[in-house]
């Protein structure tokens, strides 16, 4: 089945700790992107990769980084959490970052920082 | 990206039409249409996404006014799990990423 997989799906977690989300397609997507969605404020975009090896920020990239090593990973770490880092966070996946290519977008990651 | 205008809420009848509307006066020839729906706190589902041209899929039809400037989503037999906060987003060509509004509580009641 395609999809994009998130893991963990919930995390609560103390100030400072790093962590990662996973996110993972089987769809030999070549974009990818990571969102989050906060009361109020809809879904902004943190960073997104248009292939392996190319990414770069979105609206929201303070306090995060990604990696784009292999085309079905797109890792979100968060090297010193805060709590304005709890949030939801979606990853999606597409064929390519143009606009006539539809997102897919994983279950989610509910992240609790505290 | 052009902004869109969407009623905040909306009910239908279980096994009714359900027809979702949405404003976007200044959309440009080259931006799409796309609608996305998100079930509770789920990630959002990509339903339909057109131009000029209606579209239909398995999921909804996507009815695109000739001059670009609204459209509306039909789920055709709404059931209890359509459910859900839909999005309408234009999407200016070559851009990357989707800016999702505030979307319409869509309610089916049985």
């Known amino acids: 089945e395609a999809q994009v997989t998130q893991n963990p799906r919930y995390l609560i977690t103390v100030t400072g700790k790093k962590l990662t989300v996973t996110c993972s397609q089987n769809m030999n997507h070549e974009y990818m992107s990571w969102y989050r969605q906060d009361p109020g404020l809809g879904l902004r975009q943190i960073y997104y990769s248009m292939n392996v090896e190319v990414t770069d920020k979105g609206d929201v990239p303070e306090g995060y980084k990604v990696s784009r090593k292999e085309k079905r990973n797109f890792p979100l770490i968060l090297e010193s959490p805060s709590p304005n880092q709890t949030s939801l966070y979606f990853c999606?996946?597409?064929?390519?970052?143009?606009?006539?290519?539809?997102?897919?977008f994983g279950d989610g990651t509910r992240l609790s920082i505290l | 990206d052009a902004k869109t205008t969407q009623p905040t809420s909306m009910d239908c009848a279980e096994g009714r039409a359900a027809n979702l509307p949405c404003n976007h006066s200044?959309?440009?020839?080259?931006?799409?249409v796309y609608w996305y729906r998100q079930i509770h706190s789920q990630g959002p589902q990509y339903i339909i996404h057109?131009?000029?041209n209606n579209e239909t899929n398995e999921m909804a039809s996507l009815i695109i006014t000739e001059d670009r400037k609204s459209s509306t989503l039909i789920l055709p037999h709404a059931t209890l799990r359509d459910t859900a906060v839909y999005y309408c987003i234009v999407r200016v060509g070559g851009a990357q990423k989707l800016v999702f509004g505030q979307g319409t509580r869509l309610t089916i009641n049985p």
């Open positions: 057109g131009l000029k």
């Open positions: 200044t959309i440009s020839g080259n931006e799409y």
């Open positions: 999606a996946s597409s064929l390519s970052g143009f606009s006539d290519q539809p997102q897919h």
